[in-house]
Structure formats: C-alpha cells, structure tokens
Antibody, heavy 121, light 107 residues
C-alpha cells in the first residue's frame, strides 16, 4: 500500500524558513517523480513543485520559484521542501504527492494527508 | 497558464441519481486531464486520468469524457460515499493547474 506521510509544518514568522519532509513507503520511491501541492484555507489547490526521479530536474510555478527548493533522498525514500522567505500567502496545507507512471511527470496518483504551514507574526 | 474552470461550485443530488460535473480548460490540453475526489479526513484520491481512464480501485459508476477544452466527470447511480469535493487538473503543461472544485451535496 502506498503511503505518504508529511511532517515539519507549523507556525513560522514572515521572512523565515521551514523545511517539510515526506516519508514514502509501499513503492519503489526512486522510480517516480514526486511533487508538493498546497491548499490555502478555503481556497483551491495549487501545484508547488515537482522533482524528477534522480533529482536532477526540478520544476516550480512562478509563485514560489527562487524561494522554495524541492529535493529527495532516494536511499531514505524521503521528499523535502525547503521554504525560504516565507510570506503570509504561503499559509496552506502542503501535500506530498506521487506521480502516476514510472519515470513520467504526469498526474498525482497518491497524496499524503498534508501538513499545515501557518506564516504569521 | 492554463485556467481550469469548474462552472458549478455546488451540485445537489440524491443517492441513486446520476450526476455530471464539468471542467473547461482555457486552451486545448488534449486528454491531459485528471479528476480527484476529496472527503473530510481522507487524502485526496485520484479517480480518473488521461480524461477517461479509471484509476485502479475507482468504481465503474465513475466515468470521464472529453478532449481538448471540455471535460465531464459522470457518476452514475450515486452512492452515499460519493458525496464530497471534486477537482479537475491539467497536466498538459506547467504550471499544472486545478479547477476550483465542485462540491457534490446530498439533496
């Protein structure tokens, strides 16, 4: 059974940094692209970042490019999101997600339960 | 960016009825579309990908149709567990974008 468990959320002041982690199990982690998706309170879903199987390629929307860094440790089956220069509009529940097909950057086949990040002074 | 529009924010239906939820892309995305379901306390669940392919475990009463810019998720003969939020998402190009969601409510 595929399991994705996020951790690392919490309350952080504007301008500070926070690092999220996602522990993956139930599949061969190194075979799949992985992503982060967020949902602000009472708002829709927003794709945040995607990383290739080896970690050599990363993709971001303009809203977080230059501030967020996605990374992975295939030996530990862990995904990370380093969030820098946080803004109030980054307040959201952050979901770890696995892409659908081996080696492809496609749909989000599995999601974690999410971890809440609140950016406030 | 490709804008995804789910024209109805709420749909009310009764168990046993059939319901359709629409999703429109601002430009052609071929069939690079997925549908997700969200229920309180549960992870998001992929229902359909590539416009019409059912994810393993998705009940056969769910179906997806459409290509280009217009897509539909149809649930035939609603079951009580089908009530919740439904989102469409395009993976044709980055940034990947989602619709605003349609809440399927009990009539």
């Amino acid at each position: 059974e595929v399991q994705l468990v996020e951790s690392g959320g919490g309350l952080v002041q504007p301008g500070r940094s926070l690092k999220l982690s996602c522990a993956a199990s139930g599949f061969t982690f190194s075979n799949y692209y992985m992503s982060w998706v967020r949902q602000a309170p009472k708002k829709g879903l927003e794709w945040v970042a995607t990383i290739s199987t080896s970690g050599s390629r990363t993709y971001y929307p303009d809203s977080v490019k230059g501030r967020f860094i996605i990374s992975r440790d295939n030996a530990k089956s862990r995904l990370y999101l380093q969030m820098n220069s946080l803004k109030s509009e980054d307040t959201a529940t952050y979901y770890c997600a696995r892409q659908g097909q081996i080696g492809y950057n496609d749909w989000f086949a599995y999601w974690g339960q999410g971890t809440l990040v609140t950016v406030s002074s | 960016d490709v804008q995804m529009t789910q024209s109805l924010s709420h749909v009310a239906a009764s168990p046993g009825e059939s319901v359709s939820i629409s999703c429109k892309a601002s430009k052609s995305i071929s069939n690079f579309l997925a549908w997700y379901q969200q229920k309180p306390g549960e992870p998001y669940k992929l229902l359909i990908y590539s416009g019409s392919t059912l994810q393993s475990g998705t009940p056969a009463r769910f179906s997806g149709s459409g290509s280009g810019t217009d897509f539909t998720l149809t649930i035939g003969s609603l079951e009580p567990e089908d009530f919740g939020l439904y989102y469409c998402q395009q993976f044709h190009e980055k940034p990947f974008t989602f619709g605003a969601g349609t809440r399927l409510e009990l009539k």
